[in-house]
């Protein structure tokens, strides 16, 4: 639905979370080199749409996720794929960040929806946070199992105002890393 849309009509706006290893970009000639640096490279950080993933210090920079590892799919030259990004507990890392493109609420004071894909494994709570509050905790079971977490958020207050001038973040409770594969922000 949000084919030929543009972040002030689109009916949402999503990150697919992921680190994947784009082969082609491996060799040092090309249009990356001199000034114009791709650090990383040949990797390619995410899929986003009018959703961007930040990393923010002190509390938000986010690591692969090992749960879905996929290599050379379709052929050799496709590289691998870390699909998901999580959490780094054992470095002080217990959230990540998301801005929203400014064109996609401007003007709209209605509700949304935040969608999380996440995977439930380990224990503890985690929750969305955003300038005008926060959405209830989402309890892990443990089961292992890729899941969609849905939150209405009542008049949202994304402003660019939470650390690294994001609009909202995911953030954990006490517990083990949270991986992360997809976040979707949806019009009601």
Known sequence: MSIGKTASDSPDAWAALRDAEDTYWKDTTGPFTGARRWPGRPWVRNLERWLVQRDVA??????????????????????????????????GQTSLYFDLDDRFL??????????????????????????????????????????????????PAFANRLPGGTDFRIAT????????????????
Not at 124 to 133: F, I, S
Not at 148 to 153: E, K, Q, S, V, Y
Not at 173 to 188: I, K, M
Request: glycine fraction near 12%.
């Open 173 to 188: 409770g006490a517990g083990d890393d949270l991986d992360v594969r997809f976040v979707r922000v949806v019009r009601l």
């Open 58 to 91: 002190p509390d938000g920079r986010a690591r692969r996720s090992t749960a879905d590892v996929h290599s050379g799919v379709l052929g050799p030259e496709n590289g691998t794929t870390y699909e998901g990004l999580r959490t780094d507990r054992a470095q």
């Open 106 to 155: 401007r003007g709209r004071r209605r509700p949304v929806q935040i969608k999380v894909t996440y995977r439930d494994a380990g224990r503890g709570e985690w929750w969305v946070e955003h300038r005008g509050g926060r959405s209830p905790a989402v309890r892990r079971t443990g089961d292992r199992a890729w899941k969609t977490a849905t939150f209405r958020i009542p008049r």
